[in-house]
């Protein structure tokens, strides 16, 4: 591995492109570390935001406008506020109400849950509002309680639709995770940043962290793609 | 339903279009572009060219958000750095441009020699040596310690074991590193020293390390806050701040003399006692030269 990359340096070096491996080798370890920060806290943040969205989505589908009202506005605020501004106020003014040291890893997963949560409830409104309306009424029919309807027959359905735009968030929410470097979790681009302090270079960190990201979003699309193709109905 | 295959046809032609449309009219920005940015490289070249047999212009890159030794204040580049650069470039007679760049770009435009020099408050060490030549040191970073009341830390042999934060990058980082060791878990790096601070602030450190003038600009700007702080001369290695260069530079060895001369005739002291109130320790730094 280690004479492979020094291969490629030197092929770079051939052609003029100065690219130190041996910071690359050097922190290598550390960007394992760091992927697999990256990789808990994206999983974290998918799963809790799924169930809180899932939540959200069906109160801002509530016929009462009293009970839409608080999570209209809570899509509202977490669509329409910068990301890294909900993890500063998170980190830094929410969480101290709740543990003191305040983990900086902890933060980021609270911020992507109730981040992603807000554009996952939206998918899931969008999904279980595509399903035709005499689905319900014929389970109805059959003697169904609306519990038993949304979830024998309603989710199954919409969830085959929400999987290309949750796959999108999710890749989405796997890169955003790289903000919490700002607050010093020690997460993927946390590491990078390190060696790039080390060393003032930023081709080599910012490069390798980069392909780490890309072979994790990678893996996701053709994960959904597989799940996709699964579910698939004929 | 069979109307359906014409209008995914007709959509289908509509974005074929459309696309064929962005691309000509991008096609045609971009040779453009291309087009009147190498006449201006031309012209610069040719200007630069000129300006060899006179006096070149050199371009200076900082990173304008480290008070004080570089800040923006209402638009302008203003610090210890910027001043001490005017001084040295008087004395080398060289006319320059600084430009704030941001700290990454500044890292990398030196590197690659798009700029002949940086200077933003940048540490000398072994591991930046390789890939930059730097100017003799011009300041001696005196690191402090900062802490909330009742933690008690007497010296840097206390920071073992405590969580400490620092910003990434800095000295307060490096010295930081050699007491507890490189990138230890112990360490936080934060991206600003603001946030670092918050951090002290809120409990998630329990100490911070970084410079004195930077620490004594906090404790301005924050009176209430319950810290105490220490500096340790003993136990954190001294530090240096140089002036950066891309590798094999032809321009270091007269900037750095010439900064030797603005230290030795007494600008430096100057200015230095002009920014931070006090004499500065001029037998460090040429210790450090040797």
Request: charged share 20%; glycine share 8%; aromatic share 10%.
């Amino acid at each position: 591995m280690i004479d492979f990359l020094m291969f490629i340096q030197e092929r770079l070096a051939d052609i003029g492109i100065d690219f130190r491996m041996k910071i690359v080798i050097e922190y290598f370890p550390f960007f394992m570390q760091g992927m697999l920060k990256t990789i808990g806290m994206s999983l974290a943040g998918v799963l809790i935001g799924c169930i809180l969205g899932l939540f959200i989505a069906l109160g801002k589908m509530s016929p009462l406008f009293i009970l839409r009202l608080p999570f209209v506005w809570y899509i509202n605020f977490f669509r329409g506020t910068p990301l890294l501004v909900q993890l500063f106020l998170i980190h830094f003014a929410v969480m101290p109400l709740i543990m003191s040291p305040v983990n900086p890893i902890a933060s980021v997963i609270v911020t992507l849950s109730l981040n992603s949560a807000a554009y996952v409830a939206e998918i899931f409104r969008a999904g279980i509002q595509s399903i035709d309306k005499g689905q319900a009424e014929a389970a109805h029919s059959l003697g169904m309680n609306k519990l038993q309807v949304m979830w024998y027959i309603i989710l199954p359905q919409a969830f085959k639709r929400m999987i290309p735009p949750l796959g999108n968030e999710f890749i989405v929410l796997l890169k955003d995770s790289s903000l919490g470097a700002i607050i010093a979790a020690p997460e993927l681009l946390y590491w990078g940043r390190a060696a790039t302090g080390q060393y003032y270079r930023v081709w080599e960190p910012y490069l390798t962290v980069a392909l780490i990201y890309f072979i994790l979003t990678l893996s996701l699309t053709y994960l959904l793609n597989y799940l996709e193709r699964r579910l698939a109905t004929k | 339903m069979r109307k359906l295959p014409f209008l995914y046809v007709s959509l289908l032609l509509i974005g074929i279009l459309a696309l064929a449309g962005c691309g000509t009219s991008t096609d045609e920005t971009e040779s453009d572009t291309n087009g009147s940015s190498e006449t201006e490289q031309g012209t610069d070249g040719q200007a630069t060219e000129q300006a060899d047999e006179e006096k070149k212009v050199l371009q200076v890159g900082t990173d304008a958000a480290f008070a004080p030794f570089e800040f923006m204040e209402t638009g302008e580049i203003v610090g210890f750095d910027v001043d001490l650069l005017a001084a040295v470039m008087e004395e080398a007679g060289y006319d320059y441009e600084l430009k704030n760049l941001g700290w990454d770009p500044m890292l990398e435009s030196v590197r690659s020699g798009s700029v002949d020099l940086g200077i933003s408050g940048i540490t000398i060490n072994d591991d930046r040596k390789e890939t930059y030549d730097f100017s003799v040191p011009y300041f001696q970073s005196t690191h402090m310690i900062v802490f909330n009341e009742g933690v008690g830390i007497t010296n840097a042999n206390d920071l073992e074991g405590k969580r400490i934060g620092v910003q990434t990058g800095t000295t307060g980082a490096d010295a930081a590193e050699k007491i507890v060791g490189q990138n230890n878990k112990n360490i936080s790096k934060y991206e600003t020293t603001a946030l670092a601070f918050m951090a002290l602030q809120n409990g998630d450190v329990e100490a911070v390390v970084t410079d004195n003038v930077v620490a004594a600009e906090y404790k301005k700007n924050n009176p209430d806050a319950k810290v105490e702080t220490v500096t340790d001369e003993d136990n954190f290695e001294s530090e240096f701040y140089g002036i950066m260069f891309p590798k094999d530079s032809e321009i270091v060895d007269e900037i750095s003399s010439a900064l030797a001369t603005v230290i030795e005739n007494g600008t430096y002291t100057e200015i230095y006692q002009e920014w931070f109130g006090e004499e500065p320790n001029l037998d460090a730094l040429t210790n450090a030269t040797e």
